[in-house]
Structures are given as C-alpha cells and as structure tokens.
C-alpha cells in the first residue's frame, strides 16, 4: 500500500496539542469518549482534502473562523504544523492565522527518498504544491505523485440519511466515476459497478441482504429528465413485484448501503486500466461506521472493514464495543484527553493477554480495562 499513510505528525490543532510521528497501519480503529479528539483527528484530513482541493479559507471561515481550528486560541498557539509520510514521499507545510479570521498556508515542502524540498510561502491560501502538480514545469512530475496519493485519501461520512438527504434523491448517470463523500451519486455508480464490475456489485447485493433479508436487488431505472438521464435508487421487495423507492429505507438501511458500497469498491483489473478508470481509495477514513446500526449489521459491517483493510488502507473512528468486538487489540487506539489535550495510544496485544482469554476487546473496554470513556479534568 505505498500510497497510504504511513506517519503523521500535528501540532497545535483543535485538541491536538502534539501527535508526533504517529504510525498508521492497514487497519487503524479509534475509540474513546465523547469530546477525546476522535472527530478532530478526522476533521484534519477533511481540512487536508480543502487544501487539495482550493478550497482552504472556505472551509476555515465555514468551521468558524481560524482561531476555532487553534489549539486553546490564538493565545496558546501561534501556526500550525503538519508533517505526513506516505512510502517513499511526503508533503509538510504550516498554517498561520491571517488578517482576519483566514489562515495562510506556509512552509510547505515535498519529500522524496530522504529529502525535503521546499516549496515556500503561498501569497494566499493555495498551495504552491497543487499548483506545481497541476502544472507543466519541470518539477511537477515530482509534486504531481505527492498531489495524486493525498487525492486518493477519501473520507466518507454518511451520517445525513434525512428525506433531503442527496443519496435518497435522482442523480444524473454521468456522475459516476467515483463515490462521493456523502455518497450522494451512490445509484449511478451502482449502475456502473451492475454494468461493469457484476462481481463487485453482486458482493454489494448479497451483504445488504445479510442485514435486511427482505431486500431483493437493486433496479436502478434510468428515467429521462428533459436532456438529462438520472438514475434513483429504487430496489425491489421479495415476495413481491411492487418497485420500492429510495425513501423506503430506514435510515440505517440506506447508511449500511452507503457502506457496503464504499468498503467493496472493485480494484481496476490491470495496470493498464487503472490509467482509465479510477482507483479506489488508497485510504478509506470513516467517521462511526456503526451509527445506526443492528448489532448483527454491525458484525458484517466489521467483516467488511477487516476485508477491505487488506486492499486498502482503513482509518476509522467509533464508540461501539461491538464493532471492535471484531478486531485484534493492536488494531485499536485509545484517544484521551489529559491537561486538555488529545493524547493516542495504540494497544498492544501483550498488555492484555490475560484479560483476553476471559473477555473480547469491546468488553475490556466497556469494563474500562481498555481506558477510554470520559476523563474529569
């Protein structure tokens, strides 16, 4: 997986005061209390996916303004500094605040095989190293790797299952290439999974129907909208002929869907597609997968994830004893909060093999053996 994450380093973000050269493995599930940093820990690579995408001072002024993204305050904490490893390459820079509420983005700086090389100061929130990757220099072919493997870390967050909700509701065919974040164009890229990966797409058919037995298959139905093909996710009831629409499902049903979809994305089936077609995420980052979620759901949601950690990487956040039920004590991080600032830590085995010969992960740590639930400060 040389695209994946390898190492992290954070300094001064929301309740994270330092993370210092933390290591991510193929299967990296969070757990903690209410208010540990969890979410914050997430909220950094959606920040990252701003700074990808040029959209940065956007997404700080949405989220309240810079000094809301500052360890404790513009008081505490002056910048921001970030430091990533993904096999042989890297990519570092800084956030400072700027005039008003914005920030600037600063230092940055792309490694190779042991090297930094730096890139400078944006003259305003863009990065210089999309723009070097995005360009035709003679240094964009070593920005442009940097820039391809940080845009195939994808966050997914499906927790809008409302009635408004995109993924109920029609989308055109067209928008099919990849999944989006909040699985909003989940029916066309059914559609194209049925037509041109049907292993993939069956494996998607056959795990929502562990979790509701009544379902039967997807229709997908392309309907004419004026000039434009959409496609809704409509599916079929066994035991009956009557098409059942998107707003039939629960909100857990739909959410599952969602997932299943997005944990057995196909890989292209050679090197040479894959320069047409897109790759699924090197990194998949999820935000408490099981909300929502029957127990049994949950247990081949957790199937899921354990399957798809050996094609992918898999970085996930949770408060459910049951998900990690599932997984192996060294798969797991504890986040913390001490002196108000988020510490991780990740398990190891040797620490509670004799807790484990009596008791399963989610257990130990309901039970608080595995610290973890909220801390009075």
């Known amino acids: 997986m040389n695209n994946s994450l390898d190492r992290l380093t954070i300094r001064g973000f929301k309740s994270v005061q330092i993370l210092e050269n933390f290591e991510f493995r193929n299967l990296n599930v969070f757990i903690g209390g209410n208010g540990a940093g969890k ?40 910048e921001q500094e970030f430091e990533m490893y ?94 989006r974040s909040d699985a909003s164009n989940i029916a066309p890229y059914l559609l194209r999974l049925r037509n041109e990966h049907p292993d993939t797409y069956n494996e998607i058919v056959d795990s929502v129907r562990l979790v509701m037995p009544f379902f039967d298959d997807f229709l997908l139905d392309v309907t004419e909208f004026g000039e434009k093909q959409k496609v809704s996710l409509s599916w079929m009831q066994k035991g009956s002929d009557y098409p059942m629409q998107p707003y039939h499902f629960s909100d857990g049903s739909i959410r599952f869907i969602c997932l299943a979809t997005a944990l057995l994305q196909p890989d292209p089936p050679s090197k040479i597609m894959a320069r047409f077609q897109p790759n699924p995420p090197s990194t998949i980052i999820i935000d408490e997968p099981e909300l929502g979620l029957h127990p049994s759901a949950i247990a081949i949601l957790a199937e899921l994830i354990q399957n798809a950690s050996e094609r992918t990487q898999l970085i996930a956040a949770t408060q459910s004893p049951a998900l990690i039920d599932h997984f192996s004590v060294e798969d797991v991080i504890v986040t913390n909060r001490k002196h108000g600032a988020s510490t991780f830590e990740r398990l190891q085995e040797k620490d509670f093999n004799v807790w484990l010969e009596t008791y399963s992960v989610g257990e130990l740590w309901s039970k608080n053996v595995i610290s973890g639930g909220p801390v009075y400060e």
């Not at 914050?40 to 990252?48: A, G, K, P, V």
């Not at 995408?53 to 993204?69: A, C, H, T, V, W």
């Not at 400072?96 to 929130?125: F, I, M, T």
Request: hydrophobic residues 30%; aromatic residues 14%.
């Open 39 to 78: 979410s914050n820990l997430i909220t950094f690579f959606r920040l990252l996916r701003k700074i990808i995408d040029g959209s940065l001072n956007e997404y700080i002024l949405s989220g309240g303004g810079f000094s809301d993204f500052l360890f404790n305050g513009r008081k505490v904490t002056s």
């Open 86 to 179: 993904f096999g042989p390459r890297g990519y570092r820079f800084r956030l400072k605040p700027g005039s008003l509420e914005n920030c600037l983005l600063s230092d940055e700086a792309r490694y190779y095989q042991g090297h930094w090389w730096e890139l400078g100061d944006s003259p305003d929130s863009g990065s210089l190293l999309v723009k070097e990757a995005k360009g035709d220099s003679e240094d964009s072919r070593y920005s442009r790797p940097v820039y391809d493997t940080i845009s195939s870390w994808q966050i997914y967050h499906f927790h809008d299952t409302s009635a408004r909700a995109a993924m109920r509701h029609y989308e055109i065919i067209q928008d099919n290439k990849v999944l």
